[in-house]
C-alpha cells in the first residue's frame, strides 16, 4: 500500500508539471489531489463527449478590410459539458492531445465541418470558405490528406472551400510536412499558418511549403495602436505575405484603430471581438447569409 500511495502521489506531480509546461519539478502536495482528480474525471467526460453530443463547433467571420464582406470563417470547437459546463478549449484541447482522444475528435471536426459546407452549399447561399485547426498530432500521422480528401469526396464540396490552418511548429519536420501538404493543394484545399511570428520555423519555410495564407498572431496585433513595435512587426507580416503572393488575416481585433492601422497597410481580412465572437452556425445564417 506504501508503495501503491507513492506511485499514485508522484503521477500526481508529474501531471501538475505537464499541466504548467513542464521542463521543471515538483515535490507532490496535498493540493494537488483535488485537481488530479478533477482533470481524470474530466478526461473520462471527454472521451464520451461525441457519444453524448456534447460537442459543437462555433464560427467566427473574418472580414474583408476593403469591402467589408465576409466570405471565410474560423471553426473554433466548443464543449458543454453535463458535468462541467462549458470547458475552456484551452484546457480541454492540451488534454485531448496528451490522452491522444485528439485523433478521433480532430477526425469529428473534419466530417462535421464538410457537413456544413454541403448544407450551405446546397442551400445556394455564397460561397465561403471555412478553416479548421489542425494539431500537429493529427497532421503527424500522414493520413490527414486522405481523410480531408475521403471527407470533400464524401460530401461533394468545393474543395476550395476547405481551409486547412496549421502551426509554425508543424513547418518543422519538412519532409512529412511538405509531401502532406502538396498532396493538399492537390485535392484543392486552403493552406494557412495560424498564430504567425510565435513559433521557431525559418522564413525560409515561406518559400518552400504551398501555403496560401498567413495570419497574424494576436499578440502581434494588441495594443498595435499605441504600440510601435507591434504595429513595425503586423507591417512587415503584411508585407511579406504581400511579397510571396499570399494572404494575411489579422487574429484578435478589437478596436476600430486597429483596422484603420491594419487597412492602410494593406491587409486583407481580420477577425476578432470587434466584429463578433465565434457563434453557431444557425446564426451564422441569421446573421450573414441573408444579405451575402
Not at 458535468?83 to 477526425?107: N, R, W, Y
Not at 500522414?142 to 475521403?150: M, T, Y
Request: charged content about 25%; aromatic content about 10%; hydrophobic content about 40%.
Amino acid at each position: 500500500m506504501i508503495l501503491e500511495d507513492l506511485l499514485k502521489k508522484a503521477e500526481q506531480a508529474v501531471f501538475f508539471v505537464k499541466e504548467r509546461g513542464r521542463a521543471h519539478y515538483r515535490f507532490y502536495k496535498e493540493e494537488m489531489n483535488t485537481s488530479f482528480t478533477d482533470a481524470a474525471i474530466m478526461e473520462s467526460h471527454l472521451r464520451r463527449a461525441i457519444e453524448f453530443n456534447e460537442l459543437e463547433i462555433h464560427y467566427q467571420p473574418q472580414v474583408n478590410l476593403k469591402t467589408g464582406q465576409i466570405d471565410s470563417f474560423e471553426a473554433l470547437l466548443r464543449w458543454n459539458n453535463r458535468k462541467f459546463g462549458f470547458v475552456s478549449p484551452s484546457l480541454f484541447i492540451p488534454m485531448a492531445e496528451e490522452s491522444g482522444l485528439i485523433h478521433t475528435i480532430g477526425d469529428w471536426v473534419l466530417e462535421t465541418v464538410c457537413k456544413q459546407l454541403k448544407e450551405w452549399q446546397d442551400k445556394q447561399f455564397r460561397k465561403v470558405r471555412i478553416a479548421v485547426n489542425i494539431s500537429p498530432k493529427q497532421f503527424s500521422t500522414g493520413e490527414f490528406a486522405n481523410k480531408a480528401k475521403d471527407m470533400i469526396d464524401k460530401y461533394g464540396i468545393h474543395a476550395s472551400s476547405f481551409e486547412v490552418e496549421i502551426t509554425e511548429t508543424v513547418l518543422m519536420n519538412i519532409k512529412d510536412t511538405l509531401f502532406t501538404l502538396q498532396k493538399l493543394k492537390e485535392i484543392g484545399v486552403t493552406i494557412s499558418i495560424d498564430d504567425f511570428g510565435t513559433g521557431y520555423s525559418s522564413l525560409s519555410y515561406l518559400k518552400l511549403y504551398p501555403i496560401d495564407i498567413i495570419k497574424i498572431d494576436r499578440s502581434f496585433i494588441k495594443d498595435i495602436e499605441v504600440d510601435e513595435k507591434n504595429a513595425a512587426i503586423a507591417k512587415t507580416i503584411i508585407n511579406l505575405a504581400h511579397n510571396l503572393g499570399m494572404q494575411v488575416i489579422a487574429e484578435g481585433v478589437e478596436k476600430d484603430l486597429q483596422v484603420k492601422i491594419l487597412t492602410e497597410a494593406d491587409c486583407h481580412k481580420a477577425q476578432g471581438f470587434l466584429f463578433s465572437k465565434a457563434i453557431p452556425a444557425s446564426q451564422i445564417v441569421e446573421k450573414y447569409f441573408s444579405w451575402m
